[in-house]
Nanobody, 121 residues
Framework: VQLQACGGGLVQAGGSLRLSCAASGTRWVFSDMEWHRQAPGKQRELVAG???????TYSDSVKGRFTISRDSGENTVYLQMNSLKPEDTAIYYCNAKYRNWVPPGKEADYWGQGTQVTVSS
């Protein structure tokens, strides 16, 4: 299974970016798909997550500015980031999980390679 994230880039404060992450190599829908980020010198943190039924959760730092979504019944997740701030600068990682049942031959947890988001002031 591979997670391919894209959509990062350089944007001015107040601008917007849309990240996307597509999984390949599995026909089983992930229970949860999430976006995490890691800024230089900081620990990786959870930004937003969404269940296979479409229920989203957000960290307090992005609530009201970011929107996570996923294609119904698919293993593709998006992160619409609006009103970006310099403190949003980080490498953003896609994560996918099988929560209650792991399909044969699969792992419970997968990570993508990360995409850089840089917000200039």
């Amino acid at each position: 299974v591979q997670l391919q994230a894209c959509g990062g880039g350089l944007v001015q404060a107040g601008g917007s970016l849309r990240l996307s992450c597509a999984a390949s190599g599995t026909r089983w829908v992930f229970s949860d798909m999430e976006w995490h980020r890691q800024a230089p010198g900081k620990q990786r943190e959870l930004v937003a997550g969404i269940t296979d039924s479409g229920k989203p959760t957000y960290s307090d730092s992005v609530k009201g500015r970011f929107t996570i979504s996923r294609d119904s019944g698919e293993n593709t997740v998006y992160l619409q980031m609006n009103s970006l701030k310099p403190e949003d600068t980080a490498i953003y990682y896609c994560n996918a999980k099988y929560r209650n049942w792991v399909p044969p031959g699969k792992e419970a947890d997968y990570w993508g390679q990360g995409t850089q988001v840089t917000v200039s002031s």
